[in-house]
Structure formats: C-alpha cells, structure tokens
C-alpha cells in the first residue's frame, strides 16, 4: 500500500501553467497505475489524466488532451501532471491515486485504492 501527497496547486491567470506533483510513500509505487483526478464544486470527481505502472501508456480525458501531460519518475515515487493554457472551467480540487494494474478502464474511480488529499487550482478569467 502506498501513501500520495499531492502539491503544487494554487492560483493562476487564466492561458498560465502549472505542474502539480504527486509523491507516494512506500517501495511499491511503481506496481501502479496512477491517475490524477479532479472535482469542481457541484460536480463529480472525474479522471483528467492516466499512467500505467512502467509510464508507458496514458490516457486523457478530452478536457486535457493537448493542454496537460501526465509523467512519472518510479525512482523518485512521483507522478506529475503538467497544465499547460489553463482555463477557468479546469478550477477545481486535483487529486491524485493509485490502482492495481491489469485494467482498461482508466476513468473508473472504483479502481483506485488510494488517494491523496487534495491540491486546490484556481484559474482566474
């Protein structure tokens, strides 16, 4: 079992950047897929981006496809996910977790096991 503290959230103009990162405790990080989640408020938590254990294969909702890019360092037990050209409708609560591989499923909350406590990205218009 892994522990994920998320960081790097905060405030941002809107068309700006921001690298969240997600760190796990633990000598099995690398036995996971991890997926970076977020919710708005009102809203249900949704994948916005995916990585299989090795860092081979990710996976996008449409929302992130071309803006944001999800990587992982195992010898470091961090996952990162790049925003790049923010929107205000991308303000939300991000969350990190992990899941047992051998699933294609990436957007099925269920899966994960484990999560973070949260990083808040504000996007100001």
């Known amino acids: 079992q892994v522990q994920l503290v998320e960081s790097g959230g905060g405030l941002v103009q809107a068309g700006g950047s921001l690298p969240l990162s997600c760190a796990a405790s633990?000598?099995?990080?690398?036995?996971?897929?991890m997926g970076w989640f977020r919710q708005a408020p009102g809203k249900e938590r949704a994948l916005v981006a995916a990585?299989?254990?090795?860092?081979?294969?990710?996976y996008y909702a449409d929302s992130a496809k071309g803006r944001f890019t999800i990587s992982r360092d195992n010898a470091k037990n961090t996952v990162y996910l790049q925003m790049n050209n923010l929107k205000p409708e991308d303000t939300a609560v991000y969350y990190c977790?992990?899941?047992?591989?051998?699933?294609?499923?990436?957007?099925?909350?269920?899966?994960?096991?484990?999560w973070g406590q949260g990083t808040q990205v504000t996007v100001s218009s």
């Open positions: 990585i299989n254990w090795s860092g081979g294969s990710t």
């Open positions: 633990g000598r099995s990080f690398s036995r996971y897929d």
């Open positions: 977790a992990a899941r047992i591989p051998g699933y294609s499923d990436y957007e099925n909350l269920a899966r994960y096991t484990t």
